[in-house]
């Protein structure tokens, strides 16, 4: 049987919805995306063994300074960059709807999906490196990422939003929502699999394991390199 709706019309539900979500109010503002099933099932291969890192941010408006290649900050070429901690968070896998249980938007569901577990949820926090380093588990995050895989094997796509922490003054978000994009971004660098002949890819790779398994090789500065904005 065929769904009523495709993958890509959930996708543009699920983007309508979040973008109306979002002009309703100035302190709350979402980011909203479908990932195919295979492509996050790749992110999800290397979450228990690397469940965090940190991605750079560059500054173009802030002060460059030299800074040492131990710190939390980065130059390169004259660039300032920020560094933001990112961990992830796994939780369990939904069960498949039935056709009894869905609304009439999802009903109607494969009979081939029914064998396949779904995929488990994972929520994603990033917060500042310097705020993580003063406060570790107490730190606000600025940015949170949750992937909800209800729909993963009846539609093949999961679910993506990403809210933005309001800022203290409640009239914006502590992280803008272009940078917001970035983090997503650059999560998906290190942690899909990198591409033949892609050395940028095959050095994000070393280094999410390098920052797990030989920290004191780590350099940050080899993170800003490697990454493409």
């Avoid at 488990?120 to 990033?126: D, E, K, Q, R, S």
Wanted: with cysteine; aromatic share 8%; charged share 15%.
């Amino acid at each position: 049987m065929k769904t009523p709706h495709t993958a890509e019309q959930i996708g543009a539900l699920w983007a309508a919805y979040h973008a109306a979500q979002s002009q309703s109010t100035t302190s709350k503002i979402y980011l909203s995306a479908t990932i195919p099933t295979a492509t996050y099932e790749q992110l999800l291969s290397k979450v228990p063994t690397y469940p965090s890192f940190i991605l750079p941010l560059p500054r173009p408006d802030a002060l460059v300074e030299p800074a040492p290649d131990a710190t939390e900050a980065g130059t390169t070429r004259g660039q300032p960059h920020d560094f933001y901690f990112m961990q992830w968070s796994m939780h369990g896998s939904p069960p498949i709807p039935s056709s009894e249980s869905l609304p009439p938007l999802l009903n109607q569901l494969s009979a081939s999906s029914q064998s396949v577990p779904n995929p488990p949820c994972t929520t994603v926090l990033f917060t500042s490196l310097q705020e993580y380093k003063l406060r570790q588990d107490y730190a606000t995050p600025h940015l949170i990422i949750t992937h909800y895989t209800d729909l993963a094997q009846s539609h093949g796509l999961v679910l993506f939003r990403g809210e933005l922490t309001p800022s203290p003054s409640g009239q914006s978000t502590v992280l803008s929502p272009n940078d917001a994009q970035r983090l997503a971004l650059l999560l998906q660098q290190f942690y899909l699999p990198s591409r033949e002949n892609d050395e940028r890819g095959a050095t994000r790779a070393k280094l999410l394991q390098r920052f797990h398994e030989k920290p004191e090789a780590f350099r940050w500065q080899d993170v800003i390199d490697s990454v493409v904005l």
